[in-house]
């Protein structure tokens, strides 16, 4: 009876043994074994088979990751206190790299991101945070990949999302934008005296060449003025007029 309960023990051992050497990796997924203690190769997708006790594997995820940045507070150029955060996209391309160069990828990476980018906006003035985000986007991304390259990660994008200001920034930029308008304002209206200028220039000069044109010309205006009741209108008579009457006066 004990020789029956050993042999059962025993054969539940080796099963569990036999259980435990099959691993099934999915297609995103490469299993990085170490023999030993000694890195030997990457296999997977599929099922593989681990020696218990004498081979060691460790999963690793192939599809692209999404990381989100913490909050930074960054300093640009201009000395201006910005809140900033982002979002970074990332995928493992040598899953070897990724498990033997760096102790933790994922939170290696996540540092690395927060650094960059307080580091990459800090040379950077507030204008252009806020109106090139998509050229600090592919800065950062650079900047991230060529410095992960090494742990075997591809970084394929960073997207900044938020860029929080202060109140009294916020304030300052409306004033800045209500003065901008302003100054627009002033321009339009002085390049319309302008061209406006240079059409009465061009109209005194055509009434200047005949010359009834100009008392033509001012009838039409006391014409259209006339038209108004609330006012009282004086006017200066032309002396060619008056003398055209007493003329008339002295005529038999």
């Known amino acids: 009876m004990a020789y029956e309960m050993s042999f059962l023990v025993l054969l539940v051992l080796l099963v569990g043994v036999l259980a435990s050497a099959f691993r099934i990796l999915r297609e995103y997924e490469r299993g990085v074994v170490f023999m030993l203690g000694r890195f030997w190769k990457v296999k997977g997708p599929g099922l593989i088979l681990i020696i218990p006790g004498v081979q060691q594997m460790v999963r690793v995820d192939l599809r692209t990751l999404v990381l989100d940045v913490p909050t930074q507070d960054v300093i640009s150029r201009d000395n201006v206190s910005v809140k900033v955060n982002a979002v970074v996209y990332y995928r493992v391309l040598d ?23 307080r580091a990459v906006l800090g040379k950077h ?106 006012s009282t209108i004086v006017f200066p008579l032309p002396i060619e007029l008056l003398q055209g009457i007493k003329n008339l006066d002295r005529k038999p």
């Open 125 to 230: 003035e507030l204008d252009d945070m806020l109106a090139e985000r998509e050229r600090l986007n592919t800065d950062i991304q650079q900047v991230l990949d060529a410095q992960t390259d090494a742990w075997g990660i591809k970084v394929a994008n960073v997207e900044i999302k938020h860029v929080d200001l202060d109140e009294s920034m916020v304030r300052a930029i409306a004033r800045q934008a209500e003065a901008e308008r302003e100054r627009r304002a002033k321009v339009i209206h002085a390049e319309g005296e302008l061209q406006a200028s240079e059409k009465l220039m061009q109209a005194a000069e055509m009434l200047g060449r005949q010359s009834g044109a100009m008392q033509l010309r001012y009838m039409q205006t006391l014409s259209n003025i006339a038209g108004d009741k609330s």
């Open 95 to 117: 899953a070897q790299k990724a498990i033997i160069e760096v102790e933790d990828y994922h939170s290696a990476t996540s540092q690395l991101a927060q650094t960059t980018l």
